[in-house]
């Protein structure tokens, strides 16, 4: 093992049952559920309706497969990861990996957070949160949902963060865009507020916000994924959200961490040299780095950069994660990757990445995972 205590996940995921939505669902919405149908051309798809384009099931639990092996379309159901959907199998599988306990976000729940009606995003949501409640309760030590929230309106979505924190969850993926204003809008500060006396990080995920157009071929979206999550941390540090709620904890989620030290410069600089090009009655006590420092934390999977990068920033804002089931996971090569990523590191940054960081962050008592002293 890498390190002489539990290793966490800070961002996996779960594939959603074909009855995630139809059978937790308020039943007015029963016929228009996000539901799996089979296709004899591209396999199992999620159809949501409202959306144009369902959601191939090839990707979304292909960890551990050889890059040959990669392909959006094709997969069936029953031959995915069953741990994505059964969590007495997902315990098995976090051991296979050397993880002790994971942060777990849905899957087909990202896409649906662009879903252009706002109702049927939050009976989808709602549905969500009930399923995700009972997959937990499997080892709710070990199994750590995120709830999610549609933000309507500011009201509802701290009706909904008390109702996530009820359900014993322990924090929020927020949608890329609420459906009022921005989140620099000062009619978000009860949200906040409400954020921080429920201790529940929120979350902004990669795929969780409009996308713009990206030029090229098709794998240069994969290095532009990460540019709708700068933009929302942006719009927080320069809008004063950080300035009026310095104890506001969010997390920007597998958009890797290896561009931070950079971005912390440029932040900088463009205040520094434009910050009259901020709104009016903004005003900054803090460089915008400073607020990025201590409010945000980040997530990341193999990233090479972000440890070689960890003493550019406040690695006590670092989070490691696996990222299972998706293609994109280091499942079941977890400890080999972070043998050879980490070899640098004191054992104080270590044991800060891979679990301080998560557990203080969701209040993990570390003491119960598997791996502790």
């Excluded at 741990?83 to 990996?97: E, I, K, P, V, Y």
């Amino acid at each position: 093992m890498v390190t002489d205590i539990p290793v966490i996940s800070a961002d996996s995921h779960i594939t959603e049952h074909p009855e995630t939505y139809s059978a937790h669902i308020d039943p007015k919405w029963r016929d228009k559920a996000p539901r799996m149908i089979r296709s004899e051309e591209k396999g199992d798809l999620f159809v949501i309706d409202g959306l144009s384009r369902p959601i191939a099931m090839g990707l979304v639990a292909a960890a551990g497969k050889d890059p040959e092996e990669l392909s959006m379309t094709g997969a069936k159901f029953e031959d995915l990861h069953r741990s994505g959907w059964d969590s007495t199998a997902r315990l098995a599988d976090q051991d296979r990996d050397g993880v002790s306990a994971e942060v777990i976000y849905p899957t087909v729940g990202m896409m649906i957070c662009n879903h252009p009606d706002a109702d049927y995003k939050k009976a989808c949501f709602d549905a969500y949160n009930r399923w995700i409640t009972e997959y937990c309760a499997e080892d709710r030590d070990r199994l750590l949902g995120c709830g999610q929230t549609a933000m309507r309106t500011p009201e509802e979505g701290i009706a909904d963060l008390h109702t996530i924190k009820a359900l014993g969850l322990r924090g929020v993926m927020m949608p890329g865009d609420p459906v009022m204003e921005d989140y620099d809008s000062e009619i978000y500060n009860p949200v906040w507020e409400a954020a921080i006396e429920l201790g529940l990080p929120l979350s902004f995920h990669i795929l969780t916000m409009k996308n713009s157009h990206t030029r090229g071929p098709r794998i240069n979206t994969f290095l532009s994924i990460i540019r709708g999550n700068q933009d929302i941390m942006g719009t927080l540090i320069f809008g004063g959200v950080f300035e009026r709620y310095p104890d506001l904890k969010i997390v920007c989620v597998e958009a890797d961490a290896g561009w931070v030290p950079h971005y912390l410069y440029r932040m900088d600089h463009a205040y520094k040299r434009h910050r009259n090009w901020l709104a009016p009655g903004i005003n900054l006590s803090k460089l915008p780095s400073e607020y990025f420092s201590e409010n945000i934390y980040t997530t990341f999977q193999d990233d090479w950069v972000a440890f070689q990068s960890a003493n550019h920033m406040n690695w006590r804002r670092l989070m490691w994660a696996n990222d299972f089931p998706h293609s994109d996971s280091t499942w079941p090569w977890s400890q080999d990757v972070l043998r050879e990523q980490t070899q640098h590191l004191t054992d104080e940054q270590t044991r800060a990445i891979l679990c301080h960081n998560v557990a203080d962050l969701y209040n993990i008592d570390i003491s119960k995972l598997k791996g502790a002293a």
